[in-house]
């Protein structure tokens, strides 16, 4: 969508429709649940009834009874950040070349949209890595369980969360009213404990 609207404004209304964002959407989530019904569908088939009845951590990885169900979804996932690897480069060299031909000879205005382009590439980023993520969940459930809860709930304030937060949080900063209202806020918030 980002690169849609900087790249091709004018047929952005066009292509970023109601409609083809319900077909996107879509094809994102019958992708993204691949892998999942592969697994799933290959430990119900497989796994004998005395399984059902243990107590054990929910992780994907207890779902893989097989080692080549391990590799499926290792393959799925490098495949997944390959391709959005490359798909988010090619977006945001072409989004630079743009902000950058639009600015012109304006070098403060360049920075801003360079700076609002890097930070929305370090949010992708940051959910590019959450890919890589059960590669070292996995790693750890076999040493020590509880480092495996602590690096999990980690990886998901670092690599799940902090992303989505991360916009808002900036914008809302660079927003002046709001800026102000949050540092009345602080100030009056100390000037209270200090009382």
Not at 19 to 27: E, P
Not at 100 to 120: F, M, N, P, Q, Y
Not at 132 to 151: C, G, R
Request: proline residues 3%; hydrophobic residues 50%; contains cysteine.
């Amino acid at each position: 969508e980002r690169y849609v609207a900087i790249c091709m404004p004018l047929r952005h209304s066009q292509l970023c429709s109601i409609h083809s964002t319900k077909h996107c959407i879509l094809i994102i989530h019958s992708l993204s649940s691949v892998p999942c019904i592969v697994v799933l569908s290959t430990f119900f088939a497989s796994a004998s009834f005395s399984l059902y009845k243990q107590y054990r951590l929910c992780a994907i990885q207890l779902f893989m009874l097989y080692r080549w169900q391990d590799h499926v979804i290792s393959a799925v996932q490098e495949f997944y950040f390959l391709i959005m690897a490359i798909i988010i480069l090619f977006s945001y060299v072409k989004i630079m070349k743009v902000a950058k031909a639009a600015s012109g000879e304006d070098k403060k205005s360049s920075w801003k949209g360079l700076r609002t382009v890097i930070l929305h590439g370090f949010q992708l980023l940051l959910c590019l890595i959450q890919l890589w993520t059960p590669f070292i969940e996995s790693t750890l459930l076999h040493f020590d369980l509880m480092l495996f809860a602590y690096v999990r709930v980690s990886n998901l304030i670092l690599f799940g969360l902090t992303p989505r937060c991360l916009s808002p949080l900036i914008y809302g900063l660079r927003d002046e009213t709001f800026f102000h209202a949050l540092k009345n806020y602080e100030f009056f918030g100390l000037y209270k404990r200090n009382v």
